[in-house]
Nanobody, 123 residues
Framework: VQLVESGGGLVRPGGSLRLSCEAP????????IAWFRQAPGKEREGVSC????????YYLDSAKGRFTISRDNAENTVYLQMNSLKPEDTAIYYC?????????????????WGQGTQVTVSS
């Protein structure tokens, strides 16, 4: 499974970005898809996840109220809309799946990853 992220970039504090996760030749809507991020010198952390079994969504506490995960099955894409961005959101953002229908809290269960997209929040 090849996952491809896009949509990163440089944005000022308070700005917005929408990240996309696509999988050419693979149907994403069967599975839970998660977004992770890794800042320089820090461990990779889970940001958000959307399940397939009941559509449940999960968010990192610091992302609640600012980020929204969604999926467009017709486009075979999962999005992460990020609003009110802060400098501490600066990181490489990855989408991932463990090919299950629910969101696992364990990062080591995710065995399919994209290459990442850089998000930089700076004035």
């Amino acid at each position: 499974v090849q996952l491809v992220e896009s949509g990163g970039g440089l944005v000022r504090p308070g700005g917005s970005l929408r990240l996309s996760c696509e999988a050419p030749g693979f149907t994403l809507d069967y599975y839970a898809i998660a977004w992770f991020r890794q800042a320089p010198g820090k461990e990779r952390e889970g940001v958000s996840c959307i399940s397939n079994n009941d559509g449940s969504q999960y968010y990192l506490d610091s992302a609640k109220g600012r980020f929204t995960i969604s999926r467009d099955n017709a486009e075979n894409t999962v999005y992460l809309q990020m609003n009110s961005l802060k400098p501490e959101d600066t990181a490489i953002y990855y989408c991932a799946t463990d090919l299950s229908t629910y969101c696992s809290p364990r990062i080591d269960e995710y065995d399919h990853w994209g290459q990442g997209t850089q998000v930089t929040v700076s004035s």
